[in-house]
T-cell receptor, first 113, second 111 residues
Framework: DSGVTQTPKHLITATGQRVTLRCSPR?????VYWYQQSLDQGLQFLIQ???????AKGNILERFSAQQFPDLHSELNLSSLELGDSALYFC????????????FGPGTRLTVT | KNEVEQSPQNLTAQEGEFITINCSYS?????LHWLQQHPGGGIVSLFM???GKKKHGRLIATINIQEKHSSLHITASHPRDSAVYIC?????????????FGKGTKLSVKP
């Protein structure tokens, strides 16, 4: 158990809908990273937050957004969902913003039908 | 060309065999991670390396910074080692903290 929790575990929704994925980092970790794993692309970095502020942005679509709250949990919002958004979404946390040790959550499997 | 390349993509071994998975990268890095992803999807961090060699049980990871290459070795492989092994690199000092991933090596160990 990495200490990182993600909810929900599974999510099935229809095209055009909006969903919110939640991540709670390990106790004391200030940084949260969101990653997407699709069958054809592998794991890709989406976005990083450090202590409530956006730190880095990767291949995140404009339809996706994220935030980190004062209690350090983070949410990833996916809107206007398309079939191609079906993937595993992982969050990871680390103590610092430099990401040397990252601990991965169990992931949320999103299926868009 | 991907910044992180792994080989082989797929590997089938008999129980007890010595296994090597390779990772080459083209960017400057400050650290390299080896991750294990189980069939259920969960990701476990096995090693983080910035130089030399690390050992944990039957797993050994090495890195050659000059050659931009790392290897993950599994000695006396077991069916429970069956998983996808992913190499990921963190950019050079001063860069962002996110990881760049290889596409993974799917290992299947037969009894």
């Amino acid at each position: 158990d990495s200490g990182v929790t993600q909810t929900p575990k599974h999510l099935i929704t229809a095209t055009g809908q909006r969903v919110t994925l939640r991540c709670s980092p390990r106790s004391g970790d200030l940084s949260v990273y969101w990653y997407q794993q699709s069958l054809d692309q592998g794991l890709q970095f989406l976005i990083q937050y450090y202590n409530g502020e956006e730190r880095a942005k990767g291949n995140i679509l404009e339809r996706f957004s994220a935030q980190q709250f004062p209690d350090l949990h983070s949410e990833l919002n996916l809107s206007s969902l398309e079939l191609g958004d079906s993937a595993l979404y992982f969050c990871a946390s680390s103590a610092s913003g430099r990401g040397y040790e990252q601990y991965f959550g169990p992931g949320t499997r999103l299926t868009v039908t | 060309k991907n910044e992180v390349e792994q080989s082989p993509q797929n590997l089938t071994a008999q129980e007890g065999e010595f296994i090597t998975i390779n990772c080459s990268y083209s960017v400057g890095i400050s650290a390299l991670h080896w991750l294990q992803q189980h069939p259920g999807g969960g990701i476990v961090s096995l090693f983080m390396l910035s130089s030399g060699k690390k050992k944990h049980g039957r797993l050994i990871a090495t890195i050659n910074i000059q050659e931009k290459h790392s290897s993950l070795h599994i000695t006396a492989s077991h069916p429970r080692d069956s998983a996808v092994y992913i190499c990921a690199v963190k950019g050079a000092e001063g860069s962002q903290g996110n990881l760049i991933f290889g596409k993974g090596t799917k290992l299947s160990v037969k009894p």
